[in-house]
């Protein structure tokens, strides 16, 4: 990884932030099972049970430890998944105590779904996916019941989510994971022969994506359709909200293309970054937590940039969060705003520069908190991979390439590096995959070469 020719600070929060593995934040139980608190305090953990919500934003644990993300998707599905679908959002199960006795969460649960499609195509294991399925369906399909009151395919119902609140009405948030989620789930369905599950999921997602598109766009970016806003406490409205676009980020990270219009996509994300990065706070109000200040850069959770900010908008709206930063940042690179991008990890690092604050610990909720491992998308951005070992393919597509380009790559069953350079006689572009361990067995990469390596 040090050895790359991406820019320090975006190899600093990649490296920086897998600290959080080593951390308090996580740990093993004696089945080898791996769960993790959202964070630590100075003397106890913050938030147990290996909270869904949070842990969505977490990339870096599945690129670099796959097997042991692979038993967090076991307990979600085949522990706290219980038979009418509905998901604890936080496991006290797999230490024999009570089920977490609160409603779901609709962005944890949807994003649970994507992970699961994630973990099955970095590793191409079959038996893992068999294994969770039926359970995995269950859970997608308890939206259809519990999140969506008129059945249109657009979620409408109360839906508590990350911010520790509750979003009421269509919202792009949830609504943008419950699309990427059904994507996943009709190849997921398909490649088992679920027939019955395929169709209802490609019915809902292609009527559900266009009503949502048609409902929320509101001209720069997706807003929230609430008749008056100020009827609820803790809603955005009209908001640029940062997270409003998670499930299309988490889509191109797994290789499901798009889950909703790729030119009302493209023009969202610009204006996250356009309205919701501050390049300073000496005037910046904010009534909760204060993790940017001064003459610091950072990206706001939500802005009212056109006015119609409600009297009680959701509590955090006003603060800085490095797993949404980051998340924003990878979303930027994907559709093509790479320099938007690299500007706000860069502000991300400036501000854990070493001097104000740990350069280990991008702290939330905690110390080494786990959102922040959603640095690891920059990564996969930047690099343009695709991976998909159940059909033995990989690709590299990256966005900062000028002569030469070198990465690290790694996959579930492999990793190694990747190098790219144009030809000084021919002008072509030229690749070479070197794998340092694992197996690529008849890997076809880039679409032509087919790699069969086996080391250890």
Not at 360 to 386: D, I, K, P
Not at 387 to 393: A, F, G, S
């Amino acid at each position: 990884m040090f050895g790359s020719t991406l820019p320090s600070y975006v190899i600093d929060a990649l490296a920086s932030n897998i600290t959080v593995l080593r951390s308090t934040t996580c740990f093993r139980i004696e089945d080898g099972t791996l769960l993790g608190w959202e964070g630590g305090m100075d003397h106890v953990g913050s938030c147990e049970g290996t909270c869904t919500h949070v842990w969505n934003y977490a990339q870096t644990l599945a690129f670099l430890f796959p097997e042991l993300e692979r038993t967090m998707r076991r307990v979600e599905f085949l522990l706290e998944t219980d038979e009418e679908g509905c998901m604890a959002f936080r496991t006290n199960r797999v230490f024999g105590g009570k089920r977490w006795d609160m409603i779901p969460a609709a962005d944890g649960q949807m994003g649970t779904i994507i992970r699961l499609y994630r973990e099955w195509k970095l590793s191409g294991d079959d038996e893992f996916l068999q294994e969770v399925w039926e359970q995995a369906s269950r859970a997608l399909d308890f939206a259809f019941a519990y999140w969506d009151l008129d059945g249109d395919y657009v979620l409408d119902a109360e839906q508590h989510n990350t911010y520790d609140i509750e979003f009421q009405g269509p919202n792009s948030l949830t609504n943008s994971m419950f699309y990427a989620a059904l994507k996943a789930g009709i190849e997921m369905a398909d490649y088992l022969g679920d027939d019955s599950h395929t169709e209802k999921y490609r019915l809902a997602f292609e009527q559900g994506s266009t009503r949502m598109d048609e409902m929320l766009w509101g001209g720069e970016y997706y807003i929230q359709q609430l008749e008056d806003i100020n009827d609820y406490r803790y809603q955005y409205g009209t908001g640029c909200l940062s997270d409003q676009l998670f499930g299309q980020l988490m889509a191109h990270v797994v290789g499901l293309g798009y889950v909703l219009s790729e030119e009302h996509v493209k023009q969202a994300v610009y204006s996250i970054y356009k309205y919701n990065f501050l390049t300073n706070f000496t005037n910046h109000s904010n009534v909760q937590r204060t993790f940017a200040l001064n003459e610091e850069k950072g990206l706001l959770l939500c802005s009212w940039p056109h006015g119609g900010q409600p009297k009680l908008p959701f509590v955090y709206s006003d603060e800085v969060w490095t797993g949404i930063e980051y998340q924003v940042a990878a979303h930027l690179i994907y559709e093509s705003y790479v320099q938007e991008g690299l500007t706000v990890v860069k502000a991300v690092r400036e501000r854990f520069e070493g001097f104000h604050r740990n350069p280990w610990n991008e702290m939330e909720c905690g110390h080494h908190y786990a959102r922040s491992m959603s640095s690891w998308a920059v990564l996969t951005a930047l690099s343009g991979f695709s991976y998909d070992m159940v059909n033995h393919t990989m690709a590299f597509a990256p966005k900062l390439f000028a002569d030469h380009y070198s990465c690290f790559w790694s996959t579930g069953t492999a990793w190694g590096i990747y190098k790219q350079q144009i030809n000084a006689q021919t002008g072509e572009v030229e690749w070479d995959i070197e794998v340092l361990y694992g197996e690529l067995r008849e890997v076809q990469v880039n679409g032509s070469r087919i790699i069969s390596i086996v080391k250890e």
